[in-house]
């Protein structure tokens, strides 16, 4: 039986899943965007920042040895004679990536899996003052649920077919993570699909949803005109020549040729002010668009918090 040394062993624990197929698979590593990269046998085993998460199975790891030992099936000392004993150049430039297409159409979207209940996303999203049963209504249409492991708050996106193309996710602790889920279409972001002249524009959901509630608390009534979260915002280039309308903007107003004027709802700050800047400056000749920040804080959930809770920033 193979021994193998205390430095080997670290060696091997050193190697991350990204090199490992890179080097030994590279046809079973699928690029989805960015630095995010999936298996071709298990398209919910999502690789990133240096460490893997099989989304399916609820558990992850960082090293190459976890993957094989794990989710192949190996065993210890099987693997560790593939990475050691057997160990060609981990470093090798001329390796080919098997790349998904990037036409938007051929995205497959990674949703992570569904907790059986809502109850962590529900205290969370409530506790930041938004209507119970707004939420619950988003429960339902299936634009909103709670994650496995995480349990986070995750967005879904659809298109005009109700099929979920997008979904971001937030957590719902104090440590503020966000971001897309793999394989979303940002084309398709957070959003509601009623009919009407009037567009409504967020930076997040969380602040479309904010406005959502304050509008029926002031009007006993729901807003029943179109809404859309940008996924976030950037500042724009200093030169007018190279503005871009965001595509998630650009997709809402071809799918609604009703609208004639655009609300930007965008945060109070100078990311948020400066594209809404740059949008209007793209858009005037055709929309009536206005910037319509929150009346107090940084954006509607805080505005919205102010009112309900007393938050004061």
Sequence with gaps: MPYYSEEQIKKARSIDLLTYLQTYEPTELVKLKGDIYCTREHDSLKISNGKWYWWSQGFGGVSALDYLTKVQGLSFMDAMKKLVDDEPNLHKSDTKVCRKPVH???????????????????????????????IEACIRKGVLFESLPYHN?????????????????????????????????????????????????????????SH????????????????????????????????????ALQNMLQDHPE????????????AGKSAAWAIEGILRDKYNVSYEPPPRGKDYNEYLMYLTLGYKR
Aim: charge should be positive.
């Design 153 to 209: 708050c995750v967005f879904v996106g659809v298109d005009q077919n109700g099929t979920a193309r997008y979904a971001c996710y937030r957590s719902t602790n104090d440590q503020k993570i966000m971001g897309d889920v793999a394989g979303s279409d940002k084309r398709f972001s957070f959003r509601t699909n009623a009919k009407g002249r009037k567009l409504h524009v967020f930076e997040c959901p969380i602040d479309l949803l």
């Design 104 to 134: 938007d159409a051929d995205k497959r979207l990674l949703l992570p899996d569904r907790s059986e209940t809502n109850e962590k996303i529900t205290k969370y999203l409530a506790g930041r003052g938004i209507s119970k049963g707004l």
């Design 259 to 270: 609208v004639t004027s655009i609300a930007l709802h965008l945060d109070n700050d100078a």
């Design 212 to 247: 959502l509630t304050l509008t029926k608390m002031q009007t006993s009534k729901w807003l029943t005109e179109p809404m859309l979260s940008l996924g976030g915002v950037y500042e724009p280039n200093k030169d007018p020549s190279k503005w871009k309308l965001p595509v």
